[in-house]
């Protein structure tokens, strides 16, 4: 089994659809109407296999409600500094446990973080237990 898209709750899909694609650097992967009122915007982040779907008439969760969506990233400082530079709000770094993480919302609220990939020792410690 490979999870390939995540649903993400927004109120406004064009909003939304450039946040992802200007700040974020997300690849649309395309924007269709499939029935009236079901529009379905697929976003992909640089170098994923998963991807996101925004859009209109497919959930029935509230916009802003996701949280903890984990984006993985080998220098985090680098991204971070990216996504700053293409306006996006990011949090500082945090270090917690080894493990540095950054976090930003969308338009909406929706709650995102950005991982700093884990360390080899201390992902090998982990694997030992």
Same mark, same amino acid.
């Given at each position: 089994?490979?999870?390939?898209?995540?649903?993400?709750?927004?109120?406004?899909?064009?909003?939304?659809?450039?946040?992802?694609?200007?700040? $974020?650097?997300?690849?649309?992967?395309?924007?269709?109407?499939?029935?009236?009122?079901?529009?379905?915007?697929?976003?992909?982040?640089?170098?994923? !296999?998963?991807?996101?779907?925004?859009?209109?008439?497919?959930?029935?969760?509230?916009?802003?409600?996701?949280? +903890?969506?984990? $984006?993985?990233?080998?220098?985090?400082?680098?991204?971070?500094?990216?996504?700053? +530079?293409?306006?996006?709000?990011?949090?500082?770094?945090?270090?917690?446990?080894?493990?540095?993480?950054?976090?930003? !919302?969308?338009?909406? +609220?929706?709650?995102?973080?950005?991982?700093?990939?884990?360390?080899? !020792? $201390?992902?090998?410690?982990? $694997?030992?237990?």
């Amino acid at each position: 089994m490979h999870l390939e898209v995540v649903q993400v709750p927004v109120a406004d899909v064009g909003a939304s659809k450039s946040f992802y694609t200007e700040k $974020l650097g997300f690849v649309l992967d395309h924007d269709v109407e499939h029935i009236p009122g079901m529009r379905v915007v697929q976003l992909t982040p640089p170098g994923s !296999a998963a991807s996101i779907v925004i859009g209109t008439g497919m959930t029935g969760m509230q916009p802003g409600s996701l949280e +903890g969506l984990q $984006l993985v990233v080998t220098d985090i400082v680098g991204v971070r500094a990216e996504l700053l +530079g293409r306006g996006a709000a990011i949090s500082e770094i945090q270090d917690l446990g080894g493990v540095q993480f950054a976090f930003f !919302a969308d338009p909406d +609220g929706n709650r995102w973080v950005i991982q700093g990939a884990t360390p080899p !020792a $201390l992902r090998d410690a982990h $694997l030992d237990r």
